[in-house]
């Protein structure tokens, strides 16, 4: 991925406002009738803004906490403008649930700690129920209608927080959870992540399958995400070279150092034997 400089964001963003300012473009606030038009791109953006903070696509750092909790911020005030907006504080919701996490997320050294290795003694409990508080309020607002895709993704997000651990985790409530949101928001992204839990909760064959169907589709051709959960899948199940190649594959695809680094580290940890269950 190319990264522009931020001398040269800040250049561009010097030029755009001359631009506006001499072709007297006027800047208002959209009427109240208009806000729920704008709503879903408005949403959208704020959480690509904490998605790329959450997990930095590119550079040496996995985890960019300022990014993602501007993002939050950014939705607690979208929260106060349009209180009666379901998936307004369901986003809140699903952010909050994620950055409570920020603290066990990475060594001192930057280094990724992955979820199932994560000390939740770290997480903060006050954050949850924050998350808890908004997704609840999100659903008494939709008045019995089915939840959006923010909401089913903060009620996956919120079995993970309050699980004690990831083995007492309710996966097969995540599985539910995915092929809802599936239904309603399909993508081959939610269908990586619901091969995840699937294996979680029913074993990694069954999740290879999934796996496999989202790698014929091409769709994500070029993306290290669909090679990294395949080469999980694939030690579990002691396929042992293939895993590592696929690892191989997956940090010669990531942008970032850090990724690049622990999926290199996974792939070498199976040179010492392969990982059955």
């Known amino acids: 991925?190319?990264?522009?400089?931020?001398?040269?964001?800040?250049?561009?963003?010097?030029?755009?406002?001359?631009?506006?300012s001499a072709a007297h473009?006027?800047?208002?606030?959209?009427?109240?009738s208009e806000w729920g038009a704008?709503?879903?791109?408005?949403?959208?953006?704020?959480?690509l803004i904490f998605t790329e903070g959450y997990s930095a696509t590119a550079g040496d750092r996995w985890l960019r906490t300022e990014l993602a909790n501007e993002a939050l911020r950014i939705g607690r005030v979208l929260a106060g403008l349009v209180p009666r907006e379901p998936e307004v504080h369901a986003?809140?919701?699903?952010?909050?649930?994620?950055?409570?996490?920020?603290?066990?997320?990475?060594?001192?050294?930057?280094?990724?700690?992955?979820?199932?290795?994560?000390?939740?003694?770290?997480?903060d409990r006050s954050q949850i129920g924050r998350g808890s508080a908004a997704l609840a309020r999100a659903d008494a607002l939709?008045?019995?209608?089915?939840?959006g895709s923010y909401a089913l993704q903060a009620a996956i997000a919120e079995?993970?927080?309050?699980?004690?651990?990831?083995?007492?985790?309710?996966?097969?409530r995540i599985v539910l959870l995915y092929e809802a949101l599936a239904g309603i928001a399909p993508n081959p992204i939610v269908e990586l992540n619901r091969a995840v839990a699937v294996s979680m909760a029913t074993g990694p064959a069954s999740a290879l399958l999934i796996v496999d169907r989202v790698a014929d589709d091409g769709s994500l051709r070029g993306s290290h995400l669909l090679p990294s959960v395949r080469g999980e899948l694939l030690a579990r199940l002691g396929r042992t070279e293939e895993a590592r190649s696929e690892y191989a594959t997956a940090a010669a695809l990531t942008a970032n150092?850090?990724?690049?680094?622990?999926?290199?580290?996974?792939a070498a940890a199976l040179e010492s034997g392969p990982l059955v269950e």
């Open 25 to 32: 473009v006027a800047f208002e606030a959209p009427d109240p």
């Open 38 to 47: 704008r709503l879903g791109s408005v949403l959208r953006v704020v959480y």
């Open 142 to 147: 939709r008045h019995g209608r089915g939840r």
């Open 257 to 266: 150092a850090r990724e690049r680094e622990l999926l290199l580290a996974k």
């Open 1 to 20: 991925m190319f990264v522009v400089p931020v001398a040269t964001i800040q250049q561009r963003i010097v030029r755009a406002k001359k631009t506006l």
């Open 91 to 123: 986003l809140v919701a699903l952010m909050e649930f994620q950055a409570s996490r920020f603290a066990a997320r990475v060594r001192p050294d930057g280094t990724p700690i992955l979820l199932p290795d994560q000390d939740r003694g770290r997480w």
């Open 159 to 172: 079995c993970h927080a309050t699980a004690p651990s990831a083995a007492d985790t309710d996966w097969e």
